[in-house]
Every structure is written in C-alpha cells, then in structure tokens.
C-alpha cells in the first residue's frame, strides 16, 4: 500500500475480507500513518515507498495518494513490472498521466483505477435501457462540502473540483453516454473564511457536446456542508434516469421507479483487480489507460473554465483536437 490516509485504510478494510490477498506493507512519507495502517494489517511500514518497493517485491500495489504526489510510485512499479491499483484522478498534471499510460501499454501491466461506480448493478441496469432508447442530453453534478484532506483546496494539489471529484460522474457519463467532443466550461472563486487557502473555483458550470450531437450540462459546487448531490441524469426518447451512488430512478410511462444497488461496487472493484492479478479473471473496467480518457475530460474542463476558451477533444475541433487532449490511440 503506497499511501495510508483515508481511501488506502477503506481498502485495506476490504482486502481483509479476502482470503487470497493480506496487505503486506503500508508506505507514507507520514510515519505515524505508516505505522497505524501497517499495525492494523499486521504489516511492515515504511516512510519510503521505494524502499518498500525493493525490500518487499509485492505482487501488486495499491497507491492511495493525493493528486499531486503521482508519477514516482507508478513509475517505480512499472520499471518492476508490479501489477497497481491507483486511485482517483490519475494525477493534477496531463503529461505525467500520458507519460504513465504510455509506460503501462509498452509494459502490458495489469492496472486498475478507483472508478469503482462503472461497478454497481445499477450502472449495468441503465446501460442495458440506453441501449434500447439512445440518450439526447445529460445533466451531471457534484454538489457537496469541501472534504477533510488540507491539500483538496490547493490547485496545484488536487486539479480542483471538477478534477477531483465530479470526474467520478464524468466517467460514468463517458460509460453510459460515450465520448465528449468539445467542453465549454466556467468556473468562479470567492475568497471563504473557512477555507482561507484555498484557490480552487468553488462553482463550475460546463457545456458538452458529445459524439451523435448528444448535448450535456455540468455543475460542480464545494460550498455546502454536506453531499447534497453528486450523480448523472440521462434524457432519451420517453426516458429519464437519474444515478447516484445510492439510487437509480427510472421516469418512463407511468410512475418513476427507485431502487437501490444490489451489490458494493467499492468491494467488487478491489475484487476484480485481485482477481485480475491472480489470474482468474477479467473484469477491471478502468484500466489505466481507459481512465485516462476520463481524467483528459476533467483536465479539458478544468482549462476552459480558467481560460474561458472552449476545448476541443478526440479531433473534433476545426483544426483537430487541442494537442494536450488529444485521444490515446
Ligand atoms: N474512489 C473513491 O471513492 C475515493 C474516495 C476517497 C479518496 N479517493 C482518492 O484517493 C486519493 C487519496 O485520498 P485520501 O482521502 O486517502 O487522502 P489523504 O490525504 O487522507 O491520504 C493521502 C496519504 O498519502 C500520503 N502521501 C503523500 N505523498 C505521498 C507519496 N509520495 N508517497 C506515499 N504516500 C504519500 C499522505 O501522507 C497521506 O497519508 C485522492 O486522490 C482521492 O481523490 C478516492
């Protein structure tokens, strides 16, 4: 386990549950964290990754770090041919996730992503009726606090909201939606008593026009003191679907339906990718470079909204795609 703040103790928790994985080693440059998760583990820590990385030769790798601290602990598992799983979003800089992407395709490593909703039974349920009835428009939002960690309100640190967060509903969006060809975006940044650093756009509204001339609205808000909202509408022909992580509503004739997911997608995404490494299956839905193309939209939304210009993705554009965001082929 590279990294042992919050999300790396939530999967420490589920690979305790299974039989045929133990975490073996917890690094973090925070050594009283280290040593808490490695206890709880009844593994070894360690203050720095690549030593770990060398004493240990794990058979797979979970890195649980901040946005900004990607780069070094991908590239060290791939230069030792160590099968990861990295959380969400894939970095705050473009290049380095190309640069990983790339290195991960050359290597034919097994990778997998926190995209964990492309897991629940719901997702599946409404893919399975867009497929009858193509979607027309979509209306996507993250509407919550700001979480705990002190660097999510740094741009530098985190990439923002946008990049940070609503990229779970943007990678549902690409799921069930298909490919956003051009985002025009814009954000605004008030000063906040109780966030005095931070410098990260606290609203964000954006405009998509994706692949079919299918047509979508985003919003993204920090400023509330708790989730309010985070999920994806998708209007077809006769059809409304509204997804959350707790929800799938379903409008069609006659009264909306409500259910909840059957199944916990934050234990099934750890499942396949165990699963994956051993193996015995193929079900990871995010492979690294798949998440890319999810993280390239979050960072395309994120540069017009500071620069107010629209960005083209995929080769759309009237000269081609803007060549930061163009699609890995
Ligand atoms: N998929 C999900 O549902 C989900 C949920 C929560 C968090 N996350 C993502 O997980 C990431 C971490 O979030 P968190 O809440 O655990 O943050 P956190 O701040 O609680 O923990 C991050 C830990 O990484 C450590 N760290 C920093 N640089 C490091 C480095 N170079 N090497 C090793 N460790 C390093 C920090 O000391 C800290 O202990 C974020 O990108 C976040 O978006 C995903």
Redesign the pocket.
């Known amino acids: 386990m590279?990294?042992?703040?919050?999300?790396?103790?939530?999967h420490a928790q589920t690979l305790r549950e299974f039989a045929d994985a133990a975490v073996v080693a917890v690094?973090?440059?925070?050594a009283g964290?280290?040593a808490e998760l490695a206890d709880a583990c009844d593994a070894r820590s360690y203050s720095d990754?690549a030593k770990m990385l060398n004493e240990q030769s794990p058979d797979a790798v979970y890195i649980?770090?901040?946005?900004?601290?990607h780069g070094?602990?991908e590239l060290a598992c791939i230069a030792s041919g160590i099968p990861f799983f990295v959380?969400?979003?894939l970095s705050v800089e473009l290049a380095i996730a190309e640069q990983i992407a790339t290195a991960v395709l050359e290597a034919d490593l097994i990778t997998a992503t926190?995209?964990?909703w492309r897991y629940f039974d719901t997702v599946t349920e409404a893919a399975q009726l867009l497929a009858e009835r193509p979607p027309r428009v979509v209306i996507g939002s993250w509407l919550d606090k700001v979480?705990?960690?002190?660097?999510w309100v740094r741009r530098d640190r985190?990439g923002g909201q946008v990049v940070?967060?609503l990229t779970?509903v943007l990678d549902l969006l690409r799921v069930l939606v298909g490919e956003v060809e051009v985002v025009h975006a814009f954000g605004h940044h008030l000063s906040r008593p109780d966030h005095p650093d931070s410098d990260i756009d606290d609203v964000t509204v954006a405009t998509l026009q994706m692949a079919g001339g299918v047509l979508g609205a985003l919003t993204a808000s920090s400023l509330l003191s708790h989730k309010y909202r985070a999920g994806l509408e998708v209007i077809a022909d006769g059809l409304a679907l509204q997804l959350t992580e707790t929800e799938l509503t379903i409008a069609r004739e006659g009264p909306p339906t409500t259910r909840s997911p059957a199944n916990d997608a934050?234990f099934a995404v750890d499942r396949a990718f165990i699963d994956a490494v051993l193996g015995r299956g193929d079900d990871v839905r995010a492979p690294y470079p798949e998440a890319l193309r999810t993280h390239r939209l979050g960072l395309a939304i994120a540069e017009s909204a500071a620069t107010g210009q629209a960005v083209y993705l995929s080769g759309s554009g009237p000269a081609g795609a803007d060549p930061a965001f163009e699609t890995l082929s």
């Open positions: 590279i990294g042992a703040g919050g999300v790396a103790v939530r690094a973090d440059p925070d964290r280290a990754p649980c770090v901040p946005p900004f601290a070094a602990p959380e969400k979003p926190g995209y964990h979480p705990p960690p002190p660097w985190s940070e967060q779970h934050k």
